[in-house]
């Protein structure tokens, strides 16, 4: 059940409860813009539903030129097609009848595309589809450096592209080659190595398929970290963004240089100052049930001097950034209780998890409700 959401359209934003999910439209829209100027016309972009879980926003993300979204599980999917987006690729393998039984029964009512990386895959993906009388598209993923899913490049990547093409219920859609691993590495040169490394791999695949007479229509990949990088080599037909469009506190330490555009912070956690026990601190009543710490504590919006420390399930300490010392008050002061202030999520992605509602403000004022439809969508 979706709980009632923090705020009414028209409140100022100091006066939305806490904690909630704001999205700064005007930020969000740029990074909407910035990406389209950035990437040429015969990239696609498919936009990364995981980050944001909110059709609302995915209708955005294809107004601004995507060809559709990518989701990583079937419930993601489902609620993103139920939201009103007609072209989703589920950019992960999909194992078990049940989830098999979901994905064949969606793909009877819009364009889907899923990954595989074993010939059992196939042949229950396969099954699947015959018996709901489903067509899908299916892409090999290729294991490109992020060790986690994925085939060997070359001949074990042709041999499941010639097994899908065997099956008159699956289309042999092409190649995922997704680097996660690149995204967050600091220095612009090493992540374009690392993306670099992964092109050799692509073009040898899709090399090896030509020669053996199957067309490989779409190379599919990338995220916000690299995906300029896969343009410039042009070993990728299509790009998978998610973060972009929010941006966190762990890109933001990213170093960034053309040609990766810059994006600006649209997401924020709004918590309230809840206790002042001392000198030394005060207590948020955003803990780690209101923002993710995977990747860093969060940091502090617009005031400097002040550092999130730490944090447990419903609250957070919030410290001078340079110690309980004279240097430090006298850039910066601990708020007084009842403050509001807005925090910049280390990571984007699972913090969004934890909210029904995304407040959308602009100057100040909540212009918008988004419902969070899937969140939670984890099978």
Same mark, same amino acid.
């Given at each position: 059940m979706t709980v009632r959401a923090p705020a009414a359209v028209g409140?100022?934003?100091?006066?939305?409860?806490?904690?909630?999910?704001?999205?700064?439209?005007?930020?969000?829209?740029?990074?909407?813009?910035?990406?389209?100027?950035a990437v040429p016309h015969r990239v696609r &972009?498919? %936009?990364? $539903? #995981?980050?944001?879980?909110?059709?609302?926003?995915?209708? @955005?993300?294809?107004?601004?030129?995507? /060809?559709?979204?990518?989701?990583?599980?079937?419930a993601e999917a489902e609620a993103m097609v139920e939201g009103g987006i007609n072209d989703v690729?589920?950019?992960?393998? &999909?194992? %078990?009848? $049940? #989830?098999?039984?979901?994905?064949?029964?969606?793909?009877? @009512?819009?364009?889907?595309?899923?990954? /595989?990386d074993h010939a059992d895959q196939v042949r229950d993906l396969a099954a699947a589809m015959q018996r709901a009388g489903a067509h899908i598209d299916v892409y090999v993923e290729l294991e490109v450096g992020m060790h986690r899913c994925g085939v060997a490049p070359g001949e074990p990547a042709l041999a499941l592209a010639r097994a899908i093409q065997g099956s008159p219920s699956l289309r042999f859609a092409g190649l995922q080659a997704y680097h996660g691993r690149a995204q967050h590495l600091r220095l612009v040169a090493e992540r374009r190595a690392a993306?670099?490394?992964?092109?050799?791999?692509?073009?040898?695949?899709?090399?090896?398929?030509?020669?053996?007479?199957?067309?490989?229509?779409?190379?599919?990949?990338?995220?916000?970290?690299?995906?300029?990088?896969?343009?410039?080599?042009?070993?990728?037909?299509?790009?998978?963004?998610?973060?972009?469009?929010?941006?966190?506190?762990?890109?933001?330490?990213?170093?960034?240089?053309?040609?990766?555009?810059?994006f600006?912070?649209?997401?924020?956690?709004?918590?309230?100052?809840?206790s002042r026990p001392g000198p030394e601190a005060a207590i948020l009543d955003a803990g780690l049930k209101a923002s993710s710490v995977d990747s860093g504590m969060p940091g502090v919006w617009q005031r400097p001097g002040l550092a999130y420390t730490r944090a447990s399930d419903e609250h957070g300490w919030l410290e001078l950034a340079g110690g309980n010392n004279a240097g430090a008050q006298a850039s910066a002061a601990l708020p007084a209780l009842g403050d509001k202030l807005l925090l910049v999520p280390g990571h984007c992605d699972p913090t969004v998890n934890l909210y029904d509602w995304y407040v959308c403000v602009r100057g100040g004022v909540?212009?918008?409700l988004w419902p969070i439809t899937a969140r939670g969508a984890l099978y």
């Open positions: 409140m100022r934003l100091e006066d939305v409860d806490t904690p909630a999910l704001i999205l700064d439209l005007d930020a969000f829209e740029t990074n909407l813009k910035r990406l389209a100027q &972009v498919r %936009g990364h $539903a #995981k980050t944001h879980k909110c059709p609302e926003i995915g209708k @955005r993300q294809i107004a601004a030129g995507a /060809v559709g979204l990518c989701c990583q599980k079937v690729l589920v950019s992960n393998e &999909v194992v %078990g009848a $049940a #989830k098999l039984e979901r994905l064949a029964a969606l793909a009877r @009512r819009a364009k889907l595309g899923v990954c /595989v993306i670099r490394a992964a092109a050799l791999s692509v073009q040898h695949t899709r090399a090896m398929l030509r020669e053996a007479g199957l067309p490989c229509p779409t190379v599919t990949g990338a995220g916000s970290g690299t995906f300029m990088f896969e343009v410039e080599l042009e070993a990728w037909d299509e790009i998978q963004p998610g973060s972009y469009v929010f941006m966190d506190a762990d890109y933001a330490r990213n170093e960034w240089a053309p040609p990766m555009p810059r600006e912070h649209a997401l924020f956690v709004l918590a309230t100052v809840m909540v212009e918008a």
